[in-house]
């Protein structure tokens, strides 16, 4: 397997496994509409910090959000790079050539 096939599986696999979960889906959603306090998305959610920590984890790692400190509170917001990045991978997964349900005529 190629050097570059095997990184954009990673990356593939990583981007789409942060977005595999109910409640990191839910962040996600919650940051369409611009950055958020920490508090708020807690509020929000209704979840622990520790829980909430985890997913934030996850999805600033798989570089979906991004966040910043201002004084002790942090702030998160969604990485439109990201997005867009998922996007082009969904393109390039997307089937092309013969139709599903017919076999190559040099199959055994």
């Not at 201002?70 to 050539?97: C, D, K, Q, T, V």
Request: hydrophobic residues 35%.
């Amino acid at each position: 397997m190629p050097v570059q096939t095997q990184h954009f599986s990673a990356r593939a696999a990583q981007l789409f496994h942060a977005l595999s979960d109910e409640t990191r889906v839910g962040i996600v959603e919650l940051l369409v509409g611009g950055e958020r306090c920490v508090c708020e998305l807690q509020d929000t959610l209704d979840a622990a910090q520790s829980r909430l920590s985890f997913h934030l984890k996850v999805l600033k790692d798989a570089g979906i959000v991004n966040d910043r400190r201002e004084g002790r509170w942090s702030y998160y917001e969604l990485n439109r790079e990201a997005f867009e990045e998922a996007e082009e991978m969904i393109r390039e997964l997307r089937p092309r050539g013969r139709r599903s349900g017919t076999r190559a005529a040099d199959c055994c």
